[in-house]
């Protein structure tokens, strides 16, 4: 564990490290597989980020398959270490299904989701 006081810590905002190079499709329903093959090659680092501590603040982490591509683009430029901060994470919700029987002998589903 990495302890600092606040006068220790020197964070710069240097958004120029990371540009996305070109735009992808959306990866609703992708496996993760698909969706490393996805994203690779989507973004650049700067030669800026070499030997540098990076920290990588993403707004909802999903699977975490764009962050991972980022770090390792980040790292492949020379960065000594990269962390993830998010703001957001979703979960992959439990969804449950059952049928009943409702008056006059019809069928209805209900749907139950678990977070």
């Not at 240097?14 to 496996?31: D, F, I, K, M, N």
């Not at 920290?55 to 492949?76: I, Y």
């Not at 919700?93 to 589903?109: K, N, Y």
Request: proline content about 1%; glycine content about 6%; overall charge positive.
């Amino acid at each position: 564990m990495i302890k600092a006081r606040p006068s220790d810590l020197k964070l710069e905002l240097a958004s120029e490290l990371l540009e996305r190079h070109r735009a992808t499709e959306s990866q609703v329903g992708y496996t993760r597989q698909q969706r490393l093959a996805n994203l690779r090659g989507a973004f650049r680092a700067s030669d800026k980020a070499r030997g540098k501590n990076i920290l990588l603040v993403d707004d909802v982490f999903t699977t975490g398959t764009t962050v991972s591509e980022c770090a390792r683009v980040l790292r492949r430029a020379g960065a000594e270490k990269v962390w993830v901060a998010t703001v957001a994470r979703v979960l992959k919700s439990e969804v449950t299904f059952a049928r009943t029987e409702v008056e006059g002998g019809e069928q209805a589903f209900a749907m139950a989701a678990k977070a």
